[in-house]
C-alpha cells in the first residue's frame, strides 16, 4: 500500500536555530499539506500546495515558516527560527485529486522539540 | 464549514458495534461527512465519507440521517487497535480537512 513517510522522526533543536522537515508524498499525488499538532490538542492546519505554489496557509504559518518541492519528490517545511511554542508534531499529507473521490494520506509525523 | 458536535470520549467493549455519534445541524446541501482517526500521536487516517446515503467499507459503516443533520459511524467489531480519537468533519471543501477535537474512544478488553 503507498504511503506518506517523513524524516526525521524526532528532530530536537535550540530556540532560534532553523529546521526542515522532510516529507516524501505518495508519487502520483498532487496535493501536498502540512499540519501541525501541539501536544494535547488537535490537529491544526498549516498550509497546503499545488502545481508548485502555495494554494493556502493558516495564520499559523507566518514569516518564519516555507515549503518547497525542491525535487519532485520531496516536500519540506522549514522553520527559520525555532520558538519554544513550535515544538509539535508536524504531519505531512498527500492526495491525488478532489477529497470526494480520494481519500487524503497523512505520514507518521515528525516530532519537533525546542528547547 | 458546518460545526460539529461529538462527545468527548466513549467506552465499547471489545468484540461489540462502536457507535459515534456526530450532530451536525447546520449542514448545508453541497457538505460532505467525514470520518477520520488518530491512534495515539500517529498520522491521522481516512476512514470513511458521505454525502445522504449511508456508505459502508472494510473498515466501517456511515449513517446519515434522512435530514443530514446527524450521522454516526459504526465499527462493527472493536478490537483494541481501533482505540483512537475519532474526527467527525463536515465540509463542502474538497481540498482540505479541518480537525475538531473528536471524540476519544476506549476499547475495553
Known amino acids: 500500500e503507498p504511503e506518506v513517510t517523513q524524516t526525521p522522526s524526532h528532530q530536537v533543536t535550540q530556540m532560534g536555530q532553523e529546521v526542515i522537515l522532510r516529507c516524501v508524498p505518495i508519487s502520483n499525488h498532487l496535493y501536498f499539506y502540512w499540519y501541525r499538532q501541539i501536544l494535547g490538542q488537535k490537529v491544526e492546519f498549516l498550509v497546503s500546495f499545488y502545481n508548485n505554489e502555495i494554494s493556502e496557509k493558516s495564520e499559523i504559518f507566518d514569516d518564519q515558516f516555507s515549503v518547497e518541492r525542491p525535487d519532485g519528490s520531496n516536500f519540506t517545511l522549514k522553520i527559520r527560527s525555532t520558538k519554544l511554542e513550535d515544538s509539535a508534531m508536524y504531519f505531512c499529507?498527500?492526495?491525488?485529486?478532489?477529497?470526494?473521490?480520494?481519500?487524503?494520506?497523512f505520514g507518521p509525523g515528525t516530532r519537533l522539540t525546542v528547547l | 464549514d458546518a460545526k460539529t458536535t461529538q462527545p468527548p470520549s466513549m467506552d465499547c467493549a471489545e468484540g461489540r458495534a462502536a457507535n459515534l455519534p456526530c450532530n451536525h445541524s447546520t449542514i448545508s446541501g453541497n457538505e460532505y461527512v467525514y470520518w477520520y482517526r488518530q491512534i495515539h500521536s500517529q498520522g491521522p487516517q481516512y476512514i470513511i465519507h458521505?454525502?445522504?446515503n449511508n456508505e459502508t467499507n472494510e473498515m466501517a459503516s456511515l449513517i446519515i440521517t434522512e435530514d443530514r443533520k446527524s450521522s454516526t459511524l459504526i465499527l462493527p467489531h472493536a478490537t483494541l487497535r481501533d482505540t483512537a480519537v475519532y474526527y467527525c468533519?463536515?465540509?463542502?471543501?474538497?481540498?482540505?480537512?479541518?480537525f475538531g477535537k473528536g471524540t476519544r474512544l476506549h476499547i475495553l478488553p
Open positions: 468533519i463536515v465540509t463542502y471543501r474538497d481540498d482540505k480537512i479541518i
Open positions: 499529507a498527500s492526495f491525488s485529486g478532489r477529497l470526494i473521490y480520494n481519500e487524503q494520506f
Open positions: 458521505g454525502l445522504k
